[in-house]
């Protein structure tokens, strides 16, 4: 589940001059597509980016035990970041050549348990993108069924890379 390439060290990371000579779409597309290291926390958290388009990315994602909470449960943070990465990455698209992102604040909302061994769909959309600020809003998603597991919303930070 995760991605074809993700980094393993700060090595694998794109150096600054040319992670900021692409725009926010461009970089995500070429996450998705393998030509470049994705994150870290994918290999971590099993899930993977899978669709990429303005204003709009998808993760693809499994929790396993590695992911449990001392009861056995998955834990709330497996939610959080597949949420946080689907949403933010979708702000991401909408970033100019020359800047980034960071995530201000997210929320998560849990609707109901995701049984451990489920694939999942989390799918981040772009409500405003404007010149210092993004806001996008997310579902997580029972890939088989649709059931709806959590929803979330964030608002990040868009920065000048100068």
């Known amino acids: 589940m995760t991605s074809p390439y993700p980094a393993k060290s700060p090595d694998d990371l794109l150096p600054r001059e040319r992670f900021l000579s692409m725009s926010g779409l461009d970089f995500m597309q070429a996450v998705r597509d393998g030509r470049i290291a994705g994150p870290a926390i994918t290999a971590t958290m099993n899930f993977r ?29 497996w939610y959080g970041a597949i949420l946080d990465s689907c ?22 909302n849990i609707t109901r348990a995701i049984p451990l061994g489920t ?31 959590a929803t979330g919303s964030t608002t990040c930070l868009i920065m000048s890379g100068g």
């Open 119 to 149: 694939r999942v769909i989390a799918e981040g959309v772009v409500q405003h993108a404007g010149r210092s600020t993004g806001v996008a809003r997310g579902e997580l998603r029972g890939a088989e069924d649709g059931m709806l597991y």
């Open 87 to 108: 949403m933010s990455c979708a702000v991401m698209t909408t970033v100019p050549k020359g800047s980034y992102y960071t995530t201000l604040e997210y929320r998560v």
């Open 49 to 77: 980016v899978t669709e990429v388009a303005p204003g709009r990315v998808v993760f693809e994602g499994m929790p396993d035990f590695a992911h449990t909470n001392p009861t056995g449960a998955l834990h709330g943070g």
